[in-house]
């Protein structure tokens, strides 16, 4: 839907923005129903800077070029790039326990998982 919007608009970039701030709009609205205690400074001043920046960076990137790509190459498409480079980031995210995350070596078997996941991917787009 997003990516006919920036068809519909003409910029990827105008769909993006609606997306985020849409989404952004409702994060905010379940935080006020839903949190009871808000973090002390000390615990906000104990957060790495980049820690604040780097997410929202990052889904910026992979929501702008999602609204750019799907109506070039198609959803189906788009998706399996998206979830193949997810697997294989995540895995090597754990792999070197980037982002402070617990360390989870790469093994054969989770290897296998991913070759089976993509092929998975793979065999339901062709």
Request: no cysteine; charged share 5%; aromatic share 12%.
């Amino acid at each position: 839907m997003n990516a006919r919007l920036g068809i519909l608009l003409n910029n990827t970039l105008l769909a993006t923005s609606a997306a985020l701030v849409m989404s952004a709009s409702f994060t905010l609205i379940a935080v006020f129903m839903t949190v009871r205690e808000l973090p002390n400074i000390d615990q906000l001043q104990s957060i790495p800077t980049y820690m604040w920046f780097t997410g929202g960076a990052l889904s910026f990137l992979a929501v702008t070029l999602f609204y750019y790509i799907i109506p070039r190459i198609g959803i189906s498409t788009a998706v399996i790039f998206g979830l193949s480079g997810q697997i294989i980031f995540a895995a090597i995210a754990g792999h070197f326990g980037w982002f402070g995350m617990p360390l989870e070596p790469i093994t054969i078997k989770k290897v296998m998982g991913m070759i089976v996941m993509t092929l998975g991917i793979i065999l339901i787009k062709y």
